[in-house]
């Protein structure tokens, strides 16, 4: 009994080093902020007034969003608050990129462009209407509903490659749960929007268990699971997704593509229908700005297609 005793504490001792040591030596614990939500036409949004902090090994940083679900870094002005005259008022649509995943909303795309803007139009205003996870479709479907509530003179779209997979997919892609709203094209070229409402999926209502309460909040069952957890992304992954954004033509390659570029036409054509200007940014893959890395990649995962790198800007 006093063996059993003994080596109950010596394990307890054991797993409390272990958790100080990983706690300042190597941090793993990967909190999300509740601040989604489900959404029967968007499949999810911000939800209006949250907080929470976002905390990884590589950074904790605090998401605040305002009554309408726009991220704000507490001193923008109240939402649909008009420039003052001769000052330009933007939107920022987009995925995390635009949302600025990791970042403070001072950071972000819009908050770094505010600033510049603010250099001669002090009264500027950039609005980060990015959302994790959505894809072209449902920020066009943010924006329909959203447009009349902003003072916006210029509408900004982020477009990164993974919107190709979003733009095709009925379900959400990363962090959020079940279904999403999705495009299609009738045989007459048109969009048709299908999956609306769309269903609360019973992950929204799911309390955490005790392992994801434990990975959230202990950095030795955090590391335990990512031990356990199959994360690597299979090669035939890995293949179809660089076929698609910078591989030769196919009928579902250029489906996808299709897709993708009537929503955004369709974007564009809503916008300035509005009395509003548009453009699309597009955010590179790392493929395309670090040779480098690209080489290790196509090294790795063993690509060997001939691939064109600048075929999406070309495209878009």
């Not at 409390?16 to 489900?38: G, Y």
């Not at 939800?47 to 929470?52: N, Q, V, W």
């Not at 300035?272 to 080489?295: C, Y």
Request: aromatic share 8%; proline share 6%; hydrophobic share 40%.
């Amino acid at each position: 009994v006093r063996a059993a005793g003994l080596a109950v504490v010596a394990t307890v001792l054991a797993v409390s080093l272990a958790e100080i040591l990983l706690t300042v030596l190597a941090p793993q614990i990967h909190r999300l902020p509740d601040v989604w939500e489900h959404d029967p036409q968007l499949g999810w949004r911000h939800r209006p007034s949250a907080t929470g902090r976002l905390k990884t090994p590589e950074f904790d940083v605090l998401y605040r969003f305002d009554v309408q679900g726009i991220r704000t870094d507490g001193d923008s002005p109240p939402p649909g608050t008009a420039p003052q005259h001769g000052s330009p008022g933007i939107g920022l649509y987009g995925d995390s990129f635009a949302e600025g995943r990791g970042v403070d909303q001072e950071q972000s795309v819009s908050g770094q462009l505010q600033a510049l803007l603010k250099q001669d139009w002090p009264r500027a205003q950039v609005d980060n209407m990015g959302v994790a996870g959505y894809g072209t479709d449902q920020q066009l479907l943010l924006y329909k509903r959203s447009a009349q509530l902003q003072a916006h003179d210029i509408v900004l779209v982020l477009f990164y490659g993974n919107d190709l997979w979003n733009n095709a997919s009925r379900q959400g892609i990363g962090a959020q749960r079940g279904d999403k709203p999705f495009f299609r094209l009738d045989t007459d070229g048109r969009l048709r929007l299908h999956g609306v409402p769309v269903p609360r999926d019973p992950g929204w209502d799911r309390l955490p268990s005790f392992l994801d309460h434990s990975a959230r909040h202990y950095h030795i069952f955090s590391l335990l699971e990512k031990a356990l957890k199959k994360t690597e992304i299979t090669v035939g992954r890995q293949d179809a997704f660089y076929a698609a954004l910078y591989g030769e033509r196919s009928s579902e390659i250029e489906a996808q593509w299709e897709l993708t570029c009537r929503l955004l036409a369709r974007f564009r054509d809503d916008v300035e229908a509005d009395g509003r200007a548009f453009a699309v940014i597009h955010v590179p893959s790392i493929a395309q700005v670090d040779s480098v890395h690209w080489a290790k990649k196509r090294t790795r995962f063993g690509l060997t297609r001939e691939y064109d790198l600048q075929k999406p800007n070309r495209i878009l």
